[in-house]
């Protein structure tokens, strides 16, 4: 499973990176304005660190609109995936976008139905949101399970980008059901290499690094 980082924060995305741990990037307008910074500017920064597509949403909700501003996002580096919300407007954005040999990424996926007509309009992701489907009671682990049902079903090359991801059990159980990629806060990606036992037992060792006078250096 590929991982992707879920923020527009640079040190985060240069510290992931470093590590290997970074395949691509998602922003939304959310992450933009939490940055503080210019969309284009920061994008293109993001863009010149990580080789792996990075996603960059519209703001407008007319498809033509979508259209041009996802022609102008493109341009800003070739590894931008033009992200879209799953509208009637945001398929139709998607084909033309698609169909012009952009990476497309097709967001606030809910359902199995709507990542099926996705899948039809070309995009590259789909982005179904597991956390926000949690907070309503209903199984967001569920919806990537259907999805790969039904995209193995048929053979659509479209990728689970499982997104709205908000803890380590779901990033191992994204995994397990065969989400191509996951896309995340860094704090959790960092987070997945916590346990305790591992904690406990680097304390036993230490004990008996400290009691026997074990030196290397
Ligand atoms: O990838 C989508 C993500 O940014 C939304 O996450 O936690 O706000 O539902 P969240």
Not at 2 to 25: R, S, Y
Request: aromatic fraction near 4%; include cysteine.
């Amino acid at each position: 499973m590929k991982f992707f980082v879920d923020t527009a924060e640079i040190d985060q995305i240069k510290e992931l990176n470093e590590l290997g741990m970074v395949d691509g990037v998602t922003t939304n307008p959310s992450l933009i304005a939490k940055s503080g910074r210019d969309i284009l500017e920061v994008t293109k920064e993001i863009c010149s660190i990580v080789s792996g597509p990075v996603s960059a949403e519209v703001t407008a909700l007319k498809a033509d609109e979508m259209i041009a501003e996802g022609r102008k996002l493109a341009k800003i580096a070739p590894n931008i995936a033009v992200k879209v919300p799953l509208t009637w407007d945001g398929l139709k954005a998607c084909k033309v976008l698609s169909d012009e040999g952009n990476m497309v990424n097709v967001t606030l996926c809910f359902s199995a139905n709507q990542a099926l007509l996705a899948a039809k309009a070309g995009a590259t992701f789909i982005s179904p949101f597991v956390g926000r489907l949690d907070d309503i009671n209903l199984d967001g682990l569920d919806l990537i399970a259907d999805i790969r049902q039904i995209y193995d079903n048929y053979g659509f090359k479209t990728q689970i980008l499982a997104a709205s991801i908000r803890s380590v059990n779901h990033m191992s159980e994204c995994a397990k059901i065969g989400a191509d990629v996951a896309t995340a806060p860094a704090s959790v990606i960092k987070a997945m290499a916590n346990h305790i036992l591992t904690d406990k037992g680097l304390a036993g060792f230490l004990a008996d690094i400290e009691k026997a006078k074990i030196k290397i250096l």
